[in-house]
């Protein structure tokens, strides 16, 4: 690994965000049982309510791949968490850290990449990560941060949603794309198929469906309820205390369902097979 230098940002500074992160998750795990022991209400999807305490806290914890994971996959953790007031802050202190790791991490990916190119860059900054203790971390768990909702909610029903996203390049986009993956025979011929295309003409880049967990959070308020759909990978934290009471659950499972069928894809407007593989890149019937 090639040592840091200069004035900018170091390894070192993204080993102490990391460090202040794990402290800021101890101390709030800590905090999780206590508030167990007072009789604060804890319910997580799938956990006997007795154990839902314990894996609120894991929930926390999660921010390594498992297993064989590539880093981009994540696990969710759906639930509620009645929490007392130092509880809460230790919660927002955690989401601070998040921000900050990843501020951190991204100035340093910056940095390196005026020494170093895909995929070489990733591979550097995965040395680095590995040198500091954390070989496994998932850059898309710091991206997740646990929400505080106002109140004990009235009504929470969890649901999986199956999307499919679909973005817009032009030709520069996608060459950048591309050589991130390298410069092998396989590369190289995408990067000839895309040169061959007609000036102006636009890809599109179709994101394999994913099922996504999400919540509809309602409050009884006057003169109208209010009612919220929030992403749900994480669980709930709310303002609570001994003898506080769960609302109103509408039950799901932890793990999405295993039918993975989709519609067609944009009312059939894109070339069935990618033109660009590496990149899930399409192109238009208009323009074949």
Not at 165 to 187: C, P, V
Request: with cysteine.
């Amino acid at each position: 690994m090639t040592s840091d230098t200069g004035t900018g940002i170091r390894s070192g500074d993204l080993g102490k965000a990391l460090r202040d992160l794990s402290a800021g998750i101890n101390q709030a795990c800590d905090a999780i049982a206590q508030d167990g022991q007072q009789g604060i209400p804890v319910y997580m999807v799938d956990r006997k309510l007795n154990e839902s305490s314990h894996f609120a806290a894991l929930a926390l914890r999660d921010i390594d791949h498992m297993g064989d994971q590539d880093g981009r996959t994540s696990q969710s953790h759906p639930g509620l968490v009645g929490a007392c007031e130092e509880t809460l802050q230790w919660i927002a202190q955690i989401n601070f850290h998040k921000r900050h790791a990843r501020s951190v991490y991204q100035s340093l990916r910056a940095q390196l990449s005026q020494q170093y190119r895909p995929p070489r860059l990733e591979s550097e900054l995965r040395l680095r990560l590995t040198h500091l203790g954390y070989p496994r971390l998932n850059l898309k768990k710091l991206e997740r941060e646990t929400r505080i909702l106002p109140a004990i909610p009235d009504h929470v029903g969890w649901f999986w949603a199956h999307t499919a996203k679909t973005k817009r390049l032009n030709q520069s986009q996608a060459e950048q794309l591309l050589r991130k993956y390298g410069d092998d025979f396989a590369i190289t011929q995408q990067l000839e198929w895309l040169h061959s295309l007609p000036d102006g003409e636009m890809l599109a880049q179709v994101r394999p469906p994913a099922w996504h967990l999400r919540a509809n959070i309602s409050f009884r308020r006057e003169p109208e309820n209010q009612r919220y759909q929030l992403p749900a990978c994480l669980p709930f934290f709310f303002p609570a205390h001994p003898g506080s009471r769960l609302p109103a659950i509408s039950l799901t499972t932890a793990h999405p369902p295993t039918d993975t069928a989709r519609p067609p894809r944009g009312g059939r407007k894109l070339q069935e097979q990618p033109f660009l593989p590496a990149i899930h890149a399409h192109r238009y019937l208009r323009n074949l």
